[in-house]
């Protein structure tokens, strides 16, 4: 790879913030971006792993949780005063809340998913872009899922929230796309982290979902975080709006 296209991925100098980083994808992506040059802050709603992982990667950290708007007002201050600004935004954090179908939905749980995976992300951007667009431009990586582009019989506020945060970037991008601020969305299919084990242990699961999958495999969280840097770096400077699904084809097959 040339020195000029490598260094369309460089993300040296810039200031990040990841919610929910202190494991699985989010992680990872915090791993991906610090690994490009990134400065990014560390953040999870326990403060004992906040301030562990923050230590382990030798970068800022600051609890947050993100069903708290003046949490969320605390963690984009804490960005700006330890890194002097903010060029990149990746709303992370959720939760998928109780399965089952709609007619048995319990609202209490329903409120608290869509809080933390959509209504969060709406006030995070909301006080983070302005942010963004002062220091010149940057972007925003908010994370959706495959759910959100599926029907599904068990899977119900969670894919109504993350399609919603689809949604969210594509009006976000027309909003804030004259600040030079670009925001787009990535859609992580079957993944393969600690919180999907039960069903990489289920051989039944597995043979069904694998023959779903024309790559024959799950994902793993690095992969997603290579997605999202590309979006926050300079290789991705003419997307926005997008929703970049990461499923290993699962959404374009039929299955056979």
């Not at 990841?18 to 791993?31: F, H, K």
């Not at 903010?86 to 809080?115: Q, S």
């Not at 068990?154 to 945060?165: E, F």
Request: a negative charge; aromatic letters at 4%.
């Amino acid at each position: 790879m040339s020195t000029q296209m490598s260094g369309m991925f460089d993300l040296s100098g810039k200031a990040a913030i990841v919610t929910g980083s202190t494991r699985g994808i989010g992680r990872a992506i915090a791993e991906t971006l610090i690994a490009q040059g990134a400065r990014v802050v560390i953040s999870s709603e326990d403060a004992g792993d906040t301030a562990r992982v923050a230590a382990e990667l030798a970068m800022p950290g600051c609890p947050c949780d993100v069903t708290d708007d003046c949490a969320l007002a605390r963690l984009v201050d804490f960005a700006c005063a330890e890194l002097g600004g903010l060029d990149l935004l990746v709303c992370n954090a959720g939760i998928t809340g109780k399965p089952g179908p709609f007619a048995d939905i319990d609202m209490d749980d329903y409120a608290r998913v869509m809080a933390i995976n959509l209504r969060s992300q709406v006030v995070l951007c909301n006080l983070a872009l302005p942010h963004i667009a002062a220091r010149g431009g940057g972007a925003a990586v908010l994370v959706a899922s495959l759910s959100a582009l599926r029907g599904n019989g068990r899977i119900n506020a969670y894919a109504l929230a993350k399609a919603g945060v689809a949604q969210l970037a594509r009006n976000l991008a027309v909003e804030w796309g004259p600040q030079g601020v670009r925001v787009n969305a990535v859609s992580p299919g079957f993944i393969a982290t600690e919180l999907s084990k039960p069903l990489l242990d289920d051989a039944n699961f597995m043979t069904r979902r694998m023959a779903m999958t024309p790559l024959r495999r799950p994902g793993t969280p690095a992969e997603v975080a290579g997605a999202v840097a590309f979006l926050g770096s300079a290789a991705g400077a003419f997307v926005t709006g997008h929703n970049l699904v990461i499923d290993g084809g699962t959404v374009i097959t039929d299955g056979s």
